[in-house]
């Protein structure tokens, strides 16, 4: 049996790489499987969600092993795995899905019903999702793994692109899902209400959709300084200027056909005094505001049921005051939700593999060891504009 490390969740503000146990065939519950396989770790990212976790805005429980990007060679398979060999390089679905349920069968893989007993839909290493062990570690189990694996074709040629094809696990899609349940589409004028990673990933997928122009909105103007080397039309959130007046200077008018929220639960105000405060509902009624009748709003920006760090007692379980009369009154049409990754995940492979989308350079991939995970942390915390990519086995640089 080899060894095994992983990033791990010690208490509010702090993570530490430590051994952790080398997976075995069973789920969560001890029960034995034979549908899984066990991954030597090519890649694993850390997600602006592992963060929120990490700030202690959850009810995460200390010891998680963090990681759901997960990239991956399979290294041991279960009897009843057929289609995937030892070898194979895939990438893993943040969504662990079974395949067999209803939602599964429909390809609402963000809320199989199997797979987490406590409610709808699992995921590694992420609280309240299964207690399904993370991948930021060496080593990790994946069950089902014929459904749910994605293999990368051409081992050689997808090296090439693995600070691409890393991203598959859950930002590009999860972008991407933003941007078509926002209905974007040729010619439309679209804004995305954040500049980190999936804010990018969303706005390089509308731009792939075929947007005429994406705006990214922040506060964060070193995030908004990179967003416009990609190409992005910007606004800067912090001002005093209205977020409408900024849309109006970029089109010449006030509202744009579709939006984007890639901010989630953790939102501040707008404007120099409301950027200081924490105000969880900002964005989506600034979206309504800022979109035009019968448009679209799309929102992987996540929202929790429980947030024990919340500024007052209703978002405390996730009730914001949501002006949803004006998105009534405008029939905007919203779409929330955990992300059905394998919707997407083979086209946007073949995106990336085609040079349709450059993805690890719009969203600032660097690379960096499973040691260096408590910096990377605590970089992407303080707002850098990057994408820590963890390299477990140094593999990157055999690339």
Not at 93 to 112: D, I, L, Q, W, Y
Not at 312 to 334: N, Q
Not at 379 to 384: H, L, Q
Request: include cysteine; aromatic fraction near 6%; glycine fraction near 12%.
């Amino acid at each position: 049996m080899s060894g095994n490390r992983g990033v791990v969740y010690i208490e509010p503000g702090k993570v530490e790489v430590r051994t952790i146990d080398y997976p075995k065939m069973q789920d969560p519950r001890g029960k034995k499987i034979e549908h899984g396989v066990i991954l030597k770790v090519v890649s694993t990212n850390i997600c602006g969600s592992d963060q929120h976790m990490v700030r202690g805005r959850t009810t995460a429980q200390l010891g998680l092993v963090l990681g759901h990007e997960i990239t991956g060679q399979i290294v041991e398979k279960g009897s009843d795995v057929e289609r995937m060999q030892i070898g194979d390089l895939v990438s893993v679905p943040f969504n662990v899905a079974c395949g067999r349920c209803r939602s599964c069968k429909e390809m609402h893989t963000g809320v199989c019903l199997t797979v987490n007993p406590a409610r709808p839909g699992g995921a590694y290493g992420y609280v309240d999702m299964g207690d399904w062990t993370g991948g930021q570690a060496e080593y990790v189990l994946v069950p089902y793994a014929d459904f749910n694996l994605l293999k990368l074709p051409d081992t050689d040629k997808a090296m090439e692109k693995i600070r691409d094809l890393t991203c598959l696990s859950d930002i590009l899609p999860t972008g991407y899902h933003g941007a078509v349940t926002a209905g974007v589409g040729p010619g439309s004028t679209v804004y995305v209400a954040g500049a980190g990673p999936v804010g990018l990933a969303a706005a390089a997928s509308a731009r792939l959709l075929g947007a005429a122009c994406v705006i990214v909105g922040d506060l964060n103007q070193a995030r908004l300084d990179h967003a416009k080397k990609q190409g992005f039309e910007v606004v800067n959130l912090s001002l005093d200027t209205p977020l409408h007046e900024q849309i109006a200077a970029i089109l010449g008018e006030p509202e744009v056909d579709c939006a984007i929220d890639a901010v989630g639960f953790e939102a501040r105000g707008h404007g120099h005094e409301g950027a200081k405060h924490e105000a969880p509902a900002t964005v989506l009624n600034s979206l309504m505001q800022v979109v035009r009748v019968a448009g679209k709003i799309g929102i992987p920006g996540l929202y929790v049921t429980e947030d024990p760090g919340a500024v007052d007692a209703a978002a405390k379980s996730g009730a914001l005051s949501v002006r949803f009369g004006l998105g009534w009154a405008k029939s905007h049409s919203f779409h929330t939700g955990q992300t059905p990754t394998m919707k997407y995940n083979r086209q946007l492979m073949q995106a990336i593999m085609w040079d349709r989308i450059n993805i690890a350079e719009v969203v600032g991939v660097q690379v960096i060891s499973l040691d260096d995970a408590p910096r990377g942390y605590s970089e992407f915390d303080a707002g850098v504009p990057k994408k820590f990519v963890i390299d477990p086995h140094k593999t990157f640089s055999a690339a």
